[in-house]
């Protein structure tokens, strides 16, 4: 596997995986926006929040390009890869930024223009005090649960914000090399990632890449509005491995953090 920054530079070189894993570039973020939405569309936690309530076209519209001026905004932020151009993607906050230095103007017009899309976006969606409950309450309960069993240690892992692949290209490996790449940074900083799991079906393929769960929360089991199934999102951790020169080499440290 490989790791570039365009499609010459090479950040990282492992010996495991032929696929290759870019940073996400902006002419990639509709495709990686409608990957994001596509693989999430029978995600348990989300079907959840949302009542089982499908997107009506306007909000189909909408959450497209609200979905798009995340991920540019994220671009900008985070740690932002991807495997064909958006067909697969990830998405990671380090725990640290580089010391010293404000936010450069992109980053500050990026940071405008996100809370204004989001504004819009308000008020042009469907709105339902149940919907907004559940979030609430899942908000409350995955921190509860952050805090009981991470603590502030959370300050100095990696968290893993989102990773999707579009359900056509799925089981072709491209969701573990964007994993193990974001576990070599980790590695190479000695440090701990976590994430969370909202789909039972996942927790196989996440312990493959070393995550394990430390906590789960449980939403629906007493609320009488939902029929469905209890859903059960699990808080993952990965600690890091001991690095070995032999199976990767950090070429170019300076374009790995240049958005972070």
């Known amino acids: 596997m490989t790791i570039t920054n365009n499609d010459h530079n090479i950040l990282i ?3 495991h995986s032929p696929i290759e894993v870019q940073q996400l570039r902006y002419r990639h973020i509709f495709k990686a926006a409608k990957t994001l939405m596509e ?4 995600d348990p936690l989300n079907l959840y929040l949302r009542n089982n309530r499908r997107r009506t076209p306007v909000e189909q519209v909408v959450g497209r390009i609200r979905t798009a001026a ?3 905004f994220w671009i900008r932020t985070k740690v932002a890869l991807t495997v064909q151009g958006g067909t697969s993607t990830l998405i990671a906050t380090p725990p640290h930024r580089r010391p010293g230095g404000r936010e450069n ?13 989001n504004r819009v976006t308000r008020r042009v969606t469907h709105k339902d005090p149940e919907e907004t409950r559940r979030m609430e309450e899942f908000n409350r309960l995955m921190d509860e649960a952050v805090s009981r069993t991470i603590g ?3 300050k100095k892992m990696w968290y893993i914000d989102g990773l999707a692949t579009d359900p056509n290209s799925q089981g072709q490996g491209f969701g573990g090399a964007l994993l193990d790449s974001i576990a070599t940074f980790a590695d190479i900083l000695s440090e701990t990632t976590w994430l969370q799991s909202s789909n039972i ?4 393929f996440y312990n493959s890449h070393g995550y394990f769960t430390v906590a789960e929360i449980i939403l629906g089991e007493n609320n009488p509005t939902w029929h469905g199934k209890p859903v059960v999102v699990s808080v993952m951790v990965r600690e890091p491995r001991a690095n070995c020169d032999d199976d990767f080499e ?4 300076k374009s790995a953090w240049e958005r972070v």
């Open 105 to 117: 103007p992109l980053t500050r017009l990026a940071k405008r223009i996100a809370k204004a899309q």
């Open 70 to 72: 995340v991920v540019a």
């Open 201 to 204: 079906d996942n927790t196989g």
């Open 39 to 42: 693989a999430n569309v029978d």
């Open 152 to 154: 502030d240690s959370v």
């Open 250 to 253: 950090f070429v170019d440290e």
């Open 13 to 15: 070189s492992t010996h």
